[in-house]
Nanobody, 114 residues
């Protein structure tokens, strides 16, 4: 069975760093794009960062210069290195991948206190 297993979320203070990880397990013929969305209560789920199978990246304006997305194709894993965290980065972070559709993890919470 295909699963997306997220880890790395937690409670940190403003200015701290955190790394999120997501590993896709199961019998998967191919993975195209991978990335991370986040959602806060009362708001829609918005893209934070994405990365193609070839390594091309895209970031939300609010995280450019602070977050770095990467992937390891041999492990079917995607990572999000988050630096200089701000309270507005707080939310539930969802890992996803695409191949003839978009598939989601359960989400991992990130809370940044001021």
């Amino acid at each position: 069975q295909v699963q997306l297993v997220e880890s790395g979320g937690g409670l940190v203070q403003a200015g701290d760093s955190l790394t999120l990880s997501c590993a896709v397990t199961g019998n998967i013929p191919r993975i195209d794009d991978m990335g991370w969305y986040r959602q806060t209560p009362g708001k829609q789920r918005d893209l934070v960062a994405s990365i193609t199978s070839g390594g091309r990246t895209n970031y939300a304006d609010s995280v450019k210069g602070r977050f770095t997305i990467s992937r390891d194709n041999t492990k079917n894993a995607v990572y999000l290195q988050m630096n200089s965290l701000k309270p507005e980065d707080t939310g539930i972070y969802y890992c996803y991948y695409e191949f003839y559709g978009r598939y989601w993890g359960k989400g991992t919470p990130v809370t940044v206190s001021s």
